[in-house]
């Protein structure tokens, strides 16, 4: 069976440099500054300024989802709640909805699956062998937000992620896809999972955040 690293290359797992939290309530300190302190609210680092997305208030997610609106819009919040509904849910049109029309197939074959559908299985079969018990994901934190052109963004695979679109625009007679990318991001995320002993952190059972590369391509944010 391919083990969790390998099933989410996609989202290429890193182990996270912010501290991991034990669980959903306790507050996130990440992004607070010394008290007296005196920073615009723009120039604080991610984390400083939280919106919570409740799911009667936005009906576009059934997930309770936290992230800094400074870094990311809602619609790029909201693919990252829903790629965890998916996999609570088996849901394979929902999964691949989050991706580039028809990406989330080619990507899946890349990684040694046969489509969509086959790569969640995995997932998801992968996911309850690490738990060792039932789950459902019930609360996303979105731990940090890195774009493309930030200092750090040497940290992570941008450039790789950019080699297989280009290939999958290339293959699609869609050779300018790549030309057509308005933004590049990645999302450090910490899920939290629920079951009949409690409520618990995927980062903490991992060891790992999970990152989740976002791309803008023309005007509209997917999941790469």
Not at 17 to 25: E, P
Not at 44 to 56: S, V
Not at 198 to 222: E, H, P, Q, T, W
């Amino acid at each position: 069976m391919k083990k969790l690293g390998h099933i989410l290359l996609a989202l290429s797992l890193f182990v996270s440099s912010v501290a991991f939290t034990s669980c959903k309530d306790e507050e996130k300190k990440e992004g607070m500054m010394p008290s007296g302190t005196n920073i615009a609210e723009q120039d604080m680092p991610y984390g400083a300024t939280i919106t919570k997305m409740l799911p009667e208030n936005f009906p576009e997610i059934k997930i309770t989802t936290e992230y800094d609106n400074r870094f990311l819009s809602e619609d790029e919040a909201a693919l990252v709640s829903n790629y965890f509904l998916a996999v609570n849910n088996n849901d394979v049109e929902l999964l691949r909805s989050l991706y580039y029309e028809g990406y989330s197939d080619y990507y899946s074959k890349y990684i040694g699956f046969f489509d969509t559908s086959a790569y969640l299985s995995g997932m998801r079969e992968d996911m309850t062998e690490l738990i060792k018990d039932e789950y459902e994901f019930d609360y996303i934190l979105i731990n940090d937000c890195i774009k493309s052109t930030d200092d750090a963004a040497s940290s992570f695979v941008f450039s790789t992620v950019d080699d297989l679109l280009k290939k999958f625009g290339e293959e699609r007679d869609n050779a300018d896809i790549t030309n057509r990318v308005n933004s590049r991001k990645v999302v450090r995320v910490e899920a939290f999972y629920t079951n009949e002993n409690g409520d618990y952190s995927l980062s903490n059972r991992y060891g790992n955040d999970i990152d989740i590369y976002i791309y803008r391509i023309n005007g509209k944010a997917y999941i790469m």
